[in-house]
């Protein structure tokens, strides 16, 4: 790949990976200080003048910080635990002052077949042959080996034979070359674990152990020297790797107070996207988020293999696409890695394989198609795009049941997405066209000349603009607009919003509206399986087929209490109703929301207490004052009929509430009398129903006393008069509504 010249360049932030890709012009990007520049001065450390002008072959001018801290330590054979955020140059913070104390050191003969003084290892073949590259750079005369799977043994056991200074593996692969005998470790003098969070994760603990366990022998007159390198170090990684580790170890950690553990010059995004959806939302964001130059490039990261191989062969994704996983032979592997580094394709659909090591400061865009289970993978993800102090973009898909694993990532992370649509069609088509005009410059006159004559007799036929418009819009590959739905992003749907000026109770009424519109027979439902509603419930949003839109806004009539109209722009949601949360039925007042437990805004899914929607506390913890809107809907403990603490409802002195829900809201029920309780009433109507109420509903018991000369007939009449009378209020809310149409 091309070096980038210093004043366009950026500093190569993860300079790890062997890819000559830094320049001082990143430094300030990067937001190095006057003073961490001074100190990464090469005069200030032990370096050779050899290995300063190799790595300013590579345009480093200077040591950033986390390879200006560890240096001095490193050099002078200090165990250390580095932890640093990825981008942040890791691997050259180890290989620098390594090569310099193997080139310095005049007692050690570079003779044929000698064991390996450095062992370096890492968790993928990819970063394998990264780290061996960026040793490569910097060193003069030193034998570096790389041993990982995919490859022949034989190939690999006659470079140990033919003897090395460095040996860059993977776990793996080294464990079966050390049991075959063909290896000595017991020479090295320096171990390096790299990314060793996600090589103890990945199951490797027992062969990293095993190999070690070959180096850090008892007795051994001088022990090796122990460096663990990682962007992310859970606590069992201390103590896995601390064993190991000198009692006077150093600990460099350059994440420790930063809320934040991500890059600082990366954007989070989230797009609320349904798997079904996914391959056309990804393709929407590449043509809008990875298009700011021809050489930008996009990765994709899936959960799974079979969902890789998906996304690539995906007619939905128009950008040229290969796929890299572990079932790839490792010779495509390495090709493929080639060809997206050197900009022959734009989008690199992976799994985990490439979030650790890829330094490519070109990719401007990564796509996570779900939150990870655990955040050391989304910082990882993450941190593949920004690189070399460049601005970059992380975006995270998620369903609608996945909100609170987007939180959780949030939260651990010490980030915020920004919830963001998915692009519409128009801005897919702008940036497409903006694509398609720097295209344009990059054709020689070579080329030119070939299509001269072509272009010559399309203009004798065709307008000029018009033949120009149809080339850019061919190069782009957009010969034909489908419309899309705004909301659900469905092909030929158009989105509606219904307006209503008290509050919507649910979605039948917008069901009711369309069956107006169609008739009685129309399918509202199955045409318009999905409603959502904005944070006042003022306003519906809803699709249906474009091809009923002209039949419904010829009919439809606006009044001044219920408008409908389709729109170019989404409000902003309620999120419980837009995860597609639509069995509720709406409290009369308009606060709480009974039915399906996923439609109650108020319910104990949200992290908000109950009662002043604040979040932090639970509604048994909440400072708020009892009053008696937020009793009745937490459950205090105050007086269920007027609101204040001391007493309970049957023992209230105050006259019954006219809003009360039927008889529970004020003394007796049998005879409506304040201070006792129903079965301790003195009338005879011991016969009666009770009905027994609390905060949380309504308890009814149909247990009539025959012995007294009554039946169940009187108290079921009552019920049933009581629920009659619920319908007819609910019905005068409908017609309030339906009644302007």
């Given at each position: ?425 128009e801005d897919v088509l702008s940036a497409s066209s903006a694509d398609a005009a720097k295209a344009l410059d990059s054709v020689t006159d070579a080329a030119k000349a070939h299509f001269r004559e072509a272009a010559e007799k399309i203009l004798k036929t065709h307008d000029a603009v018009d033949a120009l418009s149809a080339a850019l819009a061919c190069i782009s590959g957009t010969t034909n607009i489908v419309p899309r739905s705004l909301f659900t992003k469905k092909e030929n749907h158009t989105t509606y919003m219904l307006s209503v000026t008290d509050e919507f109770k649910g979605p039948g009424l917008v069901f009711t509206m369309l069956r107006k519109c169609f008739g009685e027979d129309f399918d509202a439902r199955g045409n318009c399986s999905k409603v959502a509603f904005t944070i006042d419930y003022k306003n519906a949003v809803f699709d249906i087929p474009s091809e009923l839109d002209e039949k419904l806004q ?188």
């Amino acid at each position: 790949m091309k070096l980038k010249t210093q004043d366009k360049m950026t500093v190569n932030n993860e300079q790890e990976n062997g890819i000559d890709e830094t320049t001082n012009g990143a430094q300030s990007n990067m937001h190095l200080t006057d003073d961490d520049k001074e100190k990464g001065h090469f005069k200030n450390f032990n370096i050779s003048k050899q290995t300063i002008k190799k790595l300013q072959n590579r345009n480093v001018d200077l040591l950033f910080p986390v390879q200006a801290k560890s240096y001095k330590y490193i050099y002078d054979q200090k165990d250390c635990l580095v932890q640093a955020y990825t981008g942040t140059g890791k691997t050259l913070a180890f290989s620098i002052p390594i090569v310099e104390l193997l080139q310095n050191d005049a007692s050690f003969k570079l003779i044929r077949g000698r064991a390996p003084r450095v062992l370096v290892l890492a968790p993928t073949r990819e970063l394998t042959n990264q780290i061996s590259d960026d040793f490569q750079s910097v060193a003069s005369d030193l034998s570096i080996v790389t041993i990982y799977g995919g490859k022949k043994y034989e190939d690999q056991e006659k470079n140990i034979r033919n003897g090395c200074d460095i040996l860059v593996a993977t776990p793996g692969r080294l464990k079966d070359i050390v049991d075959k005998g063909k290896l000595d470790l017991t020479k090295v003098k320096h171990v390096i674990l790299d990314e060793v969070d996600r090589m103890l994760d990945m199951g490797f603990i027992d062969d990293v152990e095993e190999i070690l366990g070959h180096i850090f022998i008892p007795n051994r007159e001088i022990k090796s020297q122990f460096i663990v390198f990682s962007a992310t170090m859970p606590d069992w990684v201390h103590k896995t790797t601390k064993k190991y580790m000198s009692k006077d170890f150093i600990t460099i950690d350059l994440v420790k107070g930063n809320t934040q553990k991500t890059a600082a010059n990366v954007e989070h995004l989230a797009v609320l996207c349904t798997y079904q959806d996914r391959a056309g939302v990804i393709n929407s964001l590449v043509h809008i988020y990875s298009s700011n130059s021809l050489d930008g490039r996009a990765i994709v990261f899936c959960e799974t293999k079979k969902e890789a191989d998906e996304l690539s062969v995906s007619h939905d994704i128009k950008a040229e696409a290969h796929v890299l996983h572990g079932d790839i032979p490792q010779d495509k592997r390495e090709l493929v890695l080639k060809k997206f580094r050197e900009g022959k394709y734009r989008l690199l659909i992976t799994t985990d394989v490439a979030a650790r090591g890829l330094d490519i400061p070109e990719v401007d865009l990564v796509i996570v198609t779900a939150p990870p289970k655990d955040v050391e993978s989304y910082i990882h993800r993450s941190g593949r795009t920004g690189r070399a102090g460049a601005e970059g973009k992380c975006i995270c898909l998620y369903k609608s049941n996945q909100i609170r694993d987007l939180k959780r990532v949030e939260i651990e992370a010490g980030i915020m997405f920004t919830r963001i649509e998915p692009p519409r069609a128009e801005d897919v088509l702008s940036a497409s066209s903006a694509d398609a005009a720097k295209a344009l410059d990059s054709v020689t006159d070579a080329a030119k000349a070939h299509f001269r004559e072509a272009a010559e007799k399309i203009l004798k036929t065709h307008d000029a603009v018009d033949a120009l418009s149809a080339a850019l819009a061919c190069i782009s590959g957009t010969t034909n607009i489908v419309p899309r739905s705004l909301f659900t992003k469905k092909e030929n749907h158009t989105t509606y919003m219904l307006s209503v000026t008290d509050e919507f109770k649910g979605p039948g009424l917008v069901f009711t509206m369309l069956r107006k519109c169609f008739g009685e027979d129309f399918d509202a439902r199955g045409n318009c399986s999905k409603v959502a509603f904005t944070i006042d419930y003022k306003n519906a949003v809803f699709d249906i087929p474009s091809e009923l839109d002209e039949k419904l806004q010829s009919y439809w009539k606006d009044s001044p209490r219920i408008q409908m109209k389709p729109i170019q722009e989404l409000p902003q949601f309620d999120e419980t109703s837009r995860n597609g949360s639509r069995g509720f039925s709406r409290g009369t007042n308009g606060s709480a929301r009974g039915g399906s437990y996923a439609g109650n805004r108020h319910s104990d899914r949200s992290n908000a207490c109950f009662k002043c929607q604040k979040e932090g506390h639970k509604s048994w913890e909440c400072p708020v004052g009892n009053s008696e809107q937020s009793q009745r809907q937490s459950g205090g403990n105050g007086c269920f009929n007027c609101g204040k603490n001391g007493h309970k409802s049957f023992e209230c002195t105050e006259t019954k509430r006219s809003g009360s829900r039927g008889q529970s809201s004020g003394g007796c029920f049998n005879c409506g009398k304040n201070g006792h309780k129903s079965f301790e009433c003195p009338e005879s109507k011991n016969g009666r129903s009770s009905i027994n109420a609390n905060s949380r509903g309504v308890k009814r018991s149909f247990t009539g006393n025959h012995e007294n000369g009554h039946n169940n007939n009187e108290t079921t009449s009552s019920f049933f008069n009581t629920i009659q009378h619920r319908k007819k209020n609910i019905r005068l809310t409908s017609s309030f509504l339906l009644d302007d149409i």
